[in-house]
């Protein structure tokens, strides 16, 4: 069994940053590929990006590409997720996930564990 936990959600300005951590349970960290996710009120859960288990190779969506950047500490059993240039759009709640399987796929699938989510408005 995997427990995620968010941290580090809030309110921000637009153009603000923030950045996320999502803090893992268990000795095999290093070997989840990665996940972040998000849901803004009355939308369905968006892909935002994911992190291979080493952390040398990342993947992100087109609305966030070149704004969030994210990276781990396996040492930590902690997932980042950097957010600069934000905007109201991007407000949602956040969640991070875990895919145990052996093989890294850069896309939104194959994700078997989730945090609770965390909350990040950002106001115009």
């Known amino acids: 069994q995997v427990q995620l936990v968010e941290s580090g959600g809030g309110l921000v300005q637009a153009g603000g940053s923030l950045r996320l951590s999502c803090a893992a349970s268990g000795r095999t960290f290093r070997t989840y590929h990665m996940g972040w996710f998000r849901q803004a009120p009355g939308k369905e859960r968006e892909f935002v990006g994911t992190?291979?288990?080493?952390?040398?190779?990342?993947y992100y969506a087109d609305s966030v590409k070149g704004r969030f950047t994210i990276s781990r500490d396996n040492a930590k059993n902690t997932v980042y997720l950097q957010m600069n240039s934000l905007t109201p759009d991007d407000t949602a709640v956040y969640y991070c996930a875990a895919n145990t399987g052996i093989w890294y796929s850069p896309g939104p699938r194959g994700f078997d564990y989730w945090g609770q989510g965390t909350q990040v408005t950002v106001s115009s």
């Open positions: 992190i291979s288990s080493s952390g040398g190779s990342t």
